[in-house]
């Protein structure tokens, strides 16, 4: 199973302060060789609404995640929002993130 973060339509996040909400653990030292793949939409309440349908998805105060099988079960979800009318698609949340 694949936990991906559920997040605003194509974040790119370049600061650790940024990250502080989503559910990961950063190694202690990495380079930008790092990444953390994340489900990203352009409508966050929307996407949980309709991805529960279908998908189990963990909700806190902060933050989202979708639980999937793999990739045909990425490739479901991201079908399923678009069928729903919301944007999606999956990348690398961290984008040249350092930390030495």
């Known amino acids: 199973m694949l ?14 302060d940024e990250i502080e909400s989503i559910p990961f653990d950063l190694p202690l030292r990495y380079m930008s060789d790092f990444s953390v793949l994340g489900l990203w939409v352009s409508d966050c309440e929307a996407a949980v609404r309709v991805l529960k349908e279908r998908f189990f998805v963990a909700v806190s105060p902060d933050h989202a995640e979708i639980m999937v099988d793999g990739a045909p079960g990425v490739l479901d979800a991201v079908e399923t929002l678009r069928s729903a009318g919301i944007e999606s698609g999956v990348s690398d949340i961290v984008d040249g993130l350092y930390q030495g």
Request: cysteine-free; charged content about 35%.
């Open 3 to 16: 936990r991906l973060p559920i997040v605003p339509q194509k974040p790119e996040i370049h600061d650790r």
